[in-house]
């Protein structure tokens, strides 16, 4: 199914953002792009992601922007270093009869006197917060895409489900004359070929039964309306459906393929004809849906 979500997340200066996009595939595959600092995040990411994405290629892109720190430390400043090194300069002026002062400012200068603050680490376990809270946001935003999406494709497919069951309900209205038209179809071919057969004769009445027999369809009839029963449960539920709805129509369609091949009917299989074509569509459909 498609979607797309975006959201942000701001902390200590810094601005996380987030953006996701989905497109239909049969399988979960998750594509992450994160910032190289954030990297270790990446299993967590998924982690969020597939609790509430189970079908569909999904594209996140995760950028950080950091802002300018104010740091409240101050410039380190190492008075007995300074001290030793401003002893040694006099005690070397002296022994070389030198001439000069000795600044404040060359004492400064030494190596090791004044030493910048150092910039504080932040940790992978500080920046996830503000990592997942923007994740989050963007999952939102992309969960109701995705359902207003679902909901339309349930429409869709309540639409052809009707279809097929009405075809199904002209079937069994076809199933009973089925038998009879084939007991005079029989009788006339024997009045043709010459054959004197009384239309109660046994063997007549043997073939009209192992016809019968060959060609009843109620048991087939009665499963496809479980399973249409099944299928409708399926699709009012507020959960991903999508595999358990795939599933139902593999069974549907092994149904109409033994009905076709039991009704010995013109008519019956014409509206088989129909009806698969119907269940094709409604499985296409279906492998868009969560």
């Given at each position: 199914?498609?979607?797309y979500?975006?959201g942000q997340?701001?902390?200590?200066?810094?601005?996380?953002?987030?953006?996701?996009?989905s497109?239909?595939?049969?399988?979960s595959?998750v594509v992450?792009?994160?910032?190289?600092?954030?990297?270790?995040?990446?299993?967590r990411?998924?982690?969020?992601?597939?609790?509430?994405?189970?079908?569909?290629?999904?594209?996140?892109?995760?950028?950080?922007?950091?802002?300018?720190k104010?740091?409240?430390?101050?410039v380190?400043l190492d008075?007995?270093?300074?001290?030793?090194?401003y002893?040694?300069?006099?005690?070397?002026?002296?022994?070389?009869?030198a001439?000069?002062e000795?600044?404040?400012?060359t004492?400064?200068?030494?190596?090791?006197?004044?030493?910048?603050?150092?910039?504080?680490?932040?940790?992978?376990?500080?920046?996830?917060p503000?990592v997942?809270?923007?994740?989050?946001?963007?999952?939102?935003?992309?969960?109701?895409?995705?359902?207003?999406?679902?909901?339309?494709?349930?429409?869709d497919?309540?639409?052809?489900?009707?279809?097929?069951?009405?075809?199904v309900?002209?079937?069994?209205l076809?199933?009973?004359?089925?038998?009879?038209?084939?007991?005079?179809?029989l009788?006339?071919?024997i009045?043709?070929?010459?054959?004197e057969?009384?239309f109660?004769?046994?063997?007549?009445v043997?073939?009209?039964?192992?016809?019968?027999?060959?060609?009843?369809?109620?048991?087939?009839?009665t499963?496809?309306?479980s399973?249409?029963?099944q299928?409708?449960?399926h699709?009012?539920?507020?959960e991903?459906?999508?595999?358990?709805?795939?599933?139902?129509?593999?069974?549907?369609?092994?149904?109409?393929?033994?009905?076709?091949a039991k009704?010995?009917?013109v008519?019956?299989s014409?509206?088989?004809?129909t009806?698969?074509?119907?269940?094709?569509?409604?499985r296409?459909?279906?492998?868009?849906?969560e």
């Amino acid at each position: 199914m498609t979607g797309y979500g975006r959201g942000q997340s701001s902390q200590n200066g810094s601005k996380i953002s987030v953006e996701l996009n989905s497109v239909n595939r049969k399988q979960s595959d998750v594509v992450v792009t994160l910032p190289r600092e954030l990297a270790e995040l990446e299993p967590r990411v998924r982690d969020v992601i597939n609790a509430e994405v189970a079908r569909g290629r999904l594209n996140v892109v995760i950028a950080a922007h950091y802002g300018p720190k104010a740091s409240t430390q101050t410039v380190a400043l190492d008075t007995n270093l300074a001290r030793t090194y401003y002893r040694a300069m006099l005690d070397l002026q002296k022994e070389l009869n030198a001439a000069g002062e000795v600044s404040i400012d060359t004492v400064l200068r030494a190596p090791g006197v004044l030493r910048a603050p150092e910039e504080e680490e932040v940790s992978i376990d500080d920046q996830w917060p503000s990592v997942e809270s923007a994740l989050k946001e963007a999952l939102a935003d992309l969960v109701k895409m995705r359902e207003r999406e679902g909901k339309h494709l349930a429409k869709d497919l309540i639409h052809r489900l009707k279809t097929v069951r009405e075809c199904v309900r002209k079937v069994r209205l076809l199933q009973p004359g089925v038998l009879k038209r084939h007991r005079q179809s029989l009788h006339e071919r024997i009045q043709k070929a010459g054959i004197e057969l009384q239309f109660d004769d046994e063997r007549l009445v043997k073939e009209v039964i192992f016809f019968a027999d060959k060609s009843d369809i109620s048991e087939e009839l009665t499963r496809l309306d479980s399973h249409f029963a099944q299928f409708a449960h399926h699709l009012r539920k507020n959960e991903p459906v999508g595999r358990t709805l795939e599933f139902m129509c593999q069974e549907i369609g092994r149904e109409f393929n033994t009905l076709g091949a039991k009704a010995n009917d013109v008519e019956i299989s014409q509206l088989v004809v129909t009806c698969k074509a119907e269940m094709e569509k409604i499985r296409e459909q279906i492998q868009n849906i969560e």
